[in-house]
């Protein structure tokens, strides 16, 4: 009897919870300020030349975030001319240590060099982490956000096909159209 009380406290707590968690997110990726791999500054602004940017979230130690890359790469260049962007978060690269540094940044630049996910990669900044990462359980996480920053749609986490993430991208443009 106990342990059936418990457990529906325990439930109780994950329910009234679980919205305020939702609540805490940031329903917006701006501004922000930080450094892609290649060491340019980046603001908020690269989102502006896209009706919507697909943002991924990913780790270098992650085999389903690689997995998906070649896939996000054929994507964004057959569909950046539709006003899709698409940028890589990758969140294991700073270190105080700068040898270390050098060799987490390389290791990435090797990475998107491999998968051909030749599109913009930022690495994990304050304002990134505070805007919305600081909530991230898991990696591949992915959004979207419009021209302004905006989150739009719905949250993934885990890896998917080519196929499946352009039905995703495809309904998902329809919010921002």
Known sequence: MNKRVSLIAVLLILVIATPLVAKTQSESLAPFWTIGLNMEEIDESIFAPYKLTLVNIWATFCPPCLQEMPALGELYRELADQGVGMIGIVTDVFDRNERVFQANL????????????????????????????????????????????????????????????????????????
């Open 106 to 177: 390389n290791t990435a630049s090797i990475i998107v060099e491999k998968t051909k996910a030749n599109y913009p990669h930022l690495l994990l900044s304050e304002d990134l982490y505070n805007l919305r990462l600081k909530n991230s359980q898991a990696v591949p996480e992915t959004f979207f956000v419009d021209s302004r920053g905006k989150i739009v749609g719905e949250n993934y986490f885990g890896a998917k096909n080519k196929a499946a993430w352009k039905k995703v991208i495809e309904s998902t443009l329809k919010l921002v159209e």
